[in-house]
């Protein structure tokens, strides 16, 4: 694959007051790829994709060293707009989390901060953004309807939808299935093959199997430091080092 | 042991139990057309009410005018905005302390600063303001209550797409936290309407037979009128079934605010 890097972080520390929840992070993400962060509980996966974003600018008493670049851009530098590269790098979250709105509304959120408010473009986005997450044709017939009254399911890929309605570059995807049973996991994971052709993803899971089946490439983390990184494949068939192996096999963690 | 807790409870509704029947068994037969829709007559001790209660809603939407937008935005402030520390606990320990203080203190404050030295005059807006900063830690308090409920969730979604965090607070944060909000202010308004301290220096007058046409009239109040009748009418014992009948009045005032609040909060709870 000729696959471009779009974002990177180098030597990326973070502290949660004084505990260090990452140890010199250097990671590499690439355009319509998909990259797994796998690891236990606790092992920093979460807090590095909120580094992505700077989700983890709202976290008080919290601290930031190293770099992380989108394109060429340094995300930490001090003139960096952080509500423009959020808009650069969309997110979803680990329970769905819709709006008290309107299905429509909760679409045309993002862009409606943005100030757009031409009707005929926001019903267009908002068509295009439901059908990329496979969600037009469950809920066309009831837009204006709450989007609280949606499966835990569907709730989820409104999110996403949500997400790609500001047409972000990456999007940052923390446990999205796990709050959700396997069916509908099954269709947030057919979702995500549609999206690579258009974005980068980079997705925190606890699940094996999920890792292995929608990913390109996969870094296992563990106490903050990155144990392994490689292609999804050969990590799961071929682990170079014994405590991924066990990790993978369900033998620890 | 469970059984005293279990009496201490039920001695709350018991007392507004045995409250009411006083007020309803002394004060129905007050209570007519003429009561509710005629101004007092013969020095008080016939005709009706209607300048009190007219002056105690002009008091109490009053208040909540002054107190509402006041006290959300402190609210706001101190729940969204403020980082911890030594400004904010001050100012904690202010409100705080502002709602301890004693309502004729308020009183005495309104007519120290409102009527006098801004040269309001005993008016609708001195009263207004006087009983707005006695309501403003209840509204400051349930708003917080309401921010607080508003789960962290939405605020994270909303920043995560790209909002600034006042298209946050004001697109998301607030409406979800309204239902809260206006409780509060539901509460605030009937704490506000039942008040007698803060306005006898501020607002309300012994009697006056007109309505008010502006905010800077004096009027008659519900409560104020009670106290005038009870301890300084012309002739207090034949007046008072009249007192009773006042008192009702503005208990059914204040109970059906509360009411309005309470089905309004399940209604809103119900829709989630």
Same mark, same amino acid.
């Given at each position: 694959?000729?696959?471009?890097?779009?974002?990177?972080?180098?030597?990326?520390?973070?502290?949660?007051?004084?505990?260090?929840?990452?140890?010199?992070?250097?990671?590499?993400?690439?355009?319509?790829?998909?990259?797994?962060?796998?690891?236990?509980?606790?092992?920093?996966?979460?807090?590095?994709?909120?580094?992505?974003?700077?989700?983890?600018?709202?976290?008080?008493?919290?601290?930031?060293?190293?770099?992380?670049?989108?394109?060429?851009?340094?995300?930490?530098?001090?003139?960096?707009?952080?509500?423009?590269?959020?808009?650069?790098?969309?997110?979803?979250?680990?329970?769905?989390?819709?709006?008290?709105?309107?299905?429509?509304?909760?679409?045309?959120?993002?862009?409606?901060?943005?100030?757009?408010?031409?009707?005929?473009?926001?019903?267009?986005?908002?068509?295009?953004?439901?059908?990329?997450?496979?969600?037009?044709?469950?809920?066309?017939?009831?837009?204006?309807?709450?989007?609280?009254?949606?499966?835990?399911?569907?709730?989820?890929?409104?999110?996403?939808?949500?997400?790609?309605?500001?047409?972000?570059?990456?999007?940052?995807?923390?446990?999205?299935?796990?709050?959700?049973?396997?069916?509908?996991?099954?269709?947030?994971?057919?979702?995500?093959?549609?999206?690579?052709?258009?974005?980068?993803?980079?997705?925190?899971?606890?699940?094996?199997?999920?890792?292995?089946?929608?990913?390109?490439?996969?870094?296992?983390?563990?106490?903050?430091?990155?144990?392994?990184?490689?292609?999804?494949?050969?990590?799961?068939?071929?682990?170079?080092?014994?405590?991924?192996?066990?990790?993978?096999?369900?033998?620890?963690? | 042991?469970?059984?005293?807790?279990?009496?201490?409870?039920?001695?709350?509704?018991?007392?507004?139990?045995?409250?009411?029947?006083?007020?309803?068994?002394?004060?129905?037969?007050?209570?007519?057309?003429?009561?509710?829709?005629?101004?007092?007559?013969?020095?008080?001790?016939?005709?009706?009410?209607?300048?009190?209660?007219?002056?105690?809603?002009?008091?109490?939407?009053?208040?909540?005018?002054?107190?509402?937008?006041?006290?959300?935005?402190?609210?706001?402030?101190?729940?969204?905005?403020?980082?911890?520390?030594?400004?904010?606990?001050?100012?904690?320990?202010?409100?705080?302390?502002?709602?301890?203080?004693?309502?004729?203190?308020?009183?005495?404050?309104?007519?120290?600063?409102?009527?006098?030295?801004?040269?309001?005059?005993?008016?609708?807006? /001195?009263?207004? &303001?006087?009983?707005?900063? *006695?309501? #403003?830690?209840? $509204?400051?308090?349930?708003?917080?209550?309401? @921010? !607080?409920?508003?789960?962290?969730?939405?605020?994270?979604?909303?920043?995560?797409?790209?909002?600034?965090?006042?298209?946050?607070?004001?697109?998301?944060?607030?409406?979800?936290?309204?239902?809260?909000?206006?409780?509060?202010?539901?509460?605030?308004?009937?704490?506000?309407?039942?008040?007698?301290?803060?306005?006898?220096?501020?607002?309300?007058?012994?009697?006056?037979?007109?309505?008010?046409?502006?905010?800077?009239?004096?009027?008659?109040?519900?409560?104020?009128?009670?106290?005038?009748?009870?301890?300084?009418?012309?002739?207090?014992?034949?007046?008072?079934?009249?007192?009773?009948?006042? /008192?009702?009045? &503005?208990?059914?005032?204040? *109970?059906? #605010?509360?009411? $309005?609040?309470?089905?309004?909060?399940?209604? @809103? !709870?119900?829709?989630?």
């Amino acid at each position: 694959m000729q696959d471009s890097l779009k974002m990177s972080a180098e030597d990326l520390n973070f502290y949660y007051g004084n505990f260090q929840a990452l140890h010199g992070i250097n990671l590499e993400f690439y355009e319509n790829q998909v990259t797994a962060l796998i690891g236990p509980s606790g092992c920093g996966k979460s807090t590095l994709l909120r580094c992505l974003n700077r989700m983890n600018d709202l976290i008080s008493y919290s601290r930031v060293e190293g770099k992380v670049f989108l394109d060429d851009e340094e995300i930490y530098d001090p003139d960096v707009d952080v509500v423009a590269l959020r808009r650069h790098v969309g997110m979803v979250f680990q329970k769905p989390n819709p709006f008290p709105k309107t299905i429509f509304e909760n679409v045309a959120y993002g862009l409606r901060v943005n100030g757009i408010k031409d009707k005929s473009f926001l019903a267009e986005r908002v068509e295009t953004s439901l059908k990329q997450a496979a969600l037009w044709d469950e809920v066309k017939e009831r837009l204006h309807d709450s989007a609280l009254g949606l499966s835990g399911g569907q709730q989820q890929r409104l999110c996403i939808a949500r997400a790609m309605a500001v047409e972000p570059e990456v999007l940052l995807m923390d446990e999205p299935a796990s709050a959700l049973d396997p069916l509908a996991t099954q269709k947030i994971e057919e979702l995500i093959h549609d999206l690579k052709k258009r974005y980068t993803i980079i997705i925190v899971t606890h699940n094996m199997q999920q890792a292995a089946r929608v990913s390109d490439i996969t870094a296992f983390f563990y106490l903050g430091e990155i144990i392994e990184v490689d292609k999804t494949e050969t990590l799961f068939t071929r682990p170079k080092l014994e405590q991924t192996s066990d990790y993978i096999t369900g033998r620890f963690g | 042991m469970f059984g005293i807790f279990k009496i201490c409870a039920a001695a709350n509704g018991i007392a507004l139990a045995i409250m009411l029947y006083f007020l309803v068994s002394r004060g129905w037969r007050a209570i007519n057309w003429t009561f509710l829709t005629q101004p007092p007559i013969d020095s008080m001790t016939k005709g009706g009410i209607l300048p009190c209660i007219i002056g105690t809603l002009c008091l109490s939407l009053g208040a909540i005018a002054v107190a509402l937008p006041i006290g959300v935005a402190s609210a706001i402030y101190l729940h969204e905005y403020a980082r911890p520390g030594r400004i904010v606990r001050l100012i904690r320990l202010g409100i705080n302390n502002l709602a301890g203080v004693p309502s004729v203190v308020f009183g005495l404050f309104g007519l120290a600063f409102f009527v006098v030295y801004l040269e309001m005059g005993v008016s609708i807006f /001195a009263g207004s &303001l006087t009983l707005g900063a *006695l309501t #403003l830690p209840v $509204i400051i308090g349930s708003t917080e209550e309401a @921010l !607080r409920a508003v789960p962290d969730t939405y605020r994270e979604a909303s920043l995560g797409i790209g909002a600034t965090k006042w298209q946050t607070i004001y697109h998301v944060v607030l409406p979800a936290a309204l239902p809260g909000i206006l409780t509060g202010a539901i509460l605030g308004i009937s704490r506000a309407a039942g008040e007698t301290a803060p306005i006898m220096f501020t607002a309300a007058v012994f009697f006056t037979p007109s309505l008010p046409t502006s905010i800077f009239d004096e009027i008659m109040a519900l409560p104020y009128h009670i106290y005038v009748l009870a301890t300084a009418g012309t002739d207090i014992e034949a007046t008072r079934p009249l007192q009773y009948g006042t /008192a009702l009045v &503005l208990i059914a005032l204040v *109970l059906g #605010l509360n009411f $309005i609040a309470i089905i309004y909060r399940s209604r @809103l !709870r119900r829709n989630r």
